[in-house]
């Protein structure tokens, strides 16, 4: 029997079915699969992307392990004198629709190596790309002119990535994106009505029933959300009350790297080389820590397809619980992380 269900922080509705819940495999999988051209990405080939604006390295060895570097094809233009005119994204627009299209976009090359998924990553490369998300939202806070970074990853073509070397993507925005402030909205209201952050008692919540989680360390938890929209769609939040990912110490990045290549590798080992989209969400720049927001983690891999159904009302069909996924994942092998990077 079908029924629906309501995210409380994005306030989005989903059917969720359960005649599926049996048969994962059934699902039409979108392998990643590799191309036989040159790619930027590679050690070698720094020379086909713009300079880099930062580089990461082992100690004790040569080379750049992780490289952040300027879209090549921006989404958003670094021209600054645009910045004075824009307003924050989802503000009433001028009558022709339209503000300047200020921001800055970049790519987190996440190896030298061409490798495909976050999974294949080795424990001192994925280290590195969650302290170099860390350092890039706090640099271009400190800019002061955005309100907001977004940071995502896109696996494979059917997620939205052009290319197959692993890697991320940053938008700075001087606005903030309506996803984020819908969110905020939730916190806010819900910290009036219960006086306690939505996202902690969620989490309790979570941790209290245990059917809808995959996995958990000392300070970070990876979940199966209630209102999953997605098979295998699964949500990694710190335990304890932290609202802007910026603060996070390096000694918490290497547990969060860790829990998230494992959560890729389980996915992938339980459904297929799927494609998948990673996004961070975080508090905007300009937002009080009162506001009771909770960095997060969603993991989507892309199983089913978004249809008219979706695109018609915003609600999502889910033919497989977020309590069976949870089972299958957690039943899938746990794959050593190799610690030092190899030729």
């Given at each position: 029997m079908s029924e629906y269900r309501q995210d409380l922080l994005s306030r989005r509705w989903v059917i969720i079915g359960s005649d599926r819940a049996a048969r994962p495999n059934e699902f039409v999988e979108e392998p990643v699969r590799?191309?036989?051209?040159?790619?930027?990405?590679?050690?070698?080939?720094?020379?086909?992307?713009?300079?880099?604006?930062?580089?990461?390295?082992?100690?004790?060895?040569?080379?750049?392990?992780?490289?952040?570097?300027?879209?090549?094809?921006?989404?958003?233009?670094?021209?600054?004198?645009?910045?004075?005119?824009?307003q924050?994204?989802?503000?009433?627009?001028?009558?022709?629709?339209?503000?300047?299209?200020?921001?800055?976009?970049?790519?987190?090359?996440?190896s030298p190596r061409h490798v495909a998924s976050l999974s294949e990553l080795t424990a001192t490369e994925a280290d590195l790309v969650f302290q170099a998300y860390r350092d890039r939202i706090a640099s271009l806070k400190a800019t002061g002119q955005y309100r907001y970074v977004q940071i995502f990853k896109n696996v494979g073509p059917a997620a939205g990535a052009s290319l197959e070397h692993v890697h991320s993507q940053l938008v700075a925005l001087p606005g903030i994106p309506e996803v984020i402030a819908q969110e905020l909205a939730s916190c806010c209201d819900y910290f009036a009505m219960h006086r306690r952050p939505l996202m902690a008692d969620l989490i309790e919540r979570e941790l209290a029933a245990g059917n809808r989680v995959l996995a958990h360390t000392d300070r970070f938890v990876?979940?199966?959300?209630?209102?999953?929209?997605?098979?295998?769609?699964?949500?990694?939040?710190?335990?304890?009350?932290?609202?802007?990912?910026?603060a996070t110490q390096t000694s918490e990045l290497g547990e969060l790297s860790r829990l998230t290549v494992e959560v890729i590798g389980r996915i992938e080992r339980a459904a297929g080389l799927v494609a998948y989209n990673c996004i961070l969400h975080t508090q905007p720049f300009d937002t009080s820590p009162h506001d009771h927001y909770h960095w997060h983690i969603e993991i989507i891999p892309r199983l089913t397809k978004v249809a008219g159904f979706e695109w018609g009302t915003g609600c999502f069909i889910n033919p497989l619980p977020p309590e069976a996924a949870a089972a299958h994942l957690r039943a899938s092998p746990v794959a050593a992380i190799s610690p030092d990077w190899k030729t």
């Open positions: 590799r191309q036989p051209i040159p790619c930027p990405f590679c050690a070698g080939n720094e020379h086909e992307t713009p300079d880099a604006v930062a580089t990461y390295s082992a100690p004790g060895r040569k080379g750049w392990l992780v490289r952040i570097v300027p879209n090549k094809y921006p989404a958003v233009t670094l021209d600054e004198s645009l910045c004075p005119n824009c924050p994204l989802g503000a009433k627009p001028p009558p022709q629709g339209t503000i300047p299209g200020f921001g800055r976009h970049e790519v987190i090359i996440e990876a979940f199966c959300p209630f209102a999953s929209r997605f098979p295998f769609e699964v949500c990694i939040a710190p335990l304890a009350d932290q609202p802007s990912f910026e």
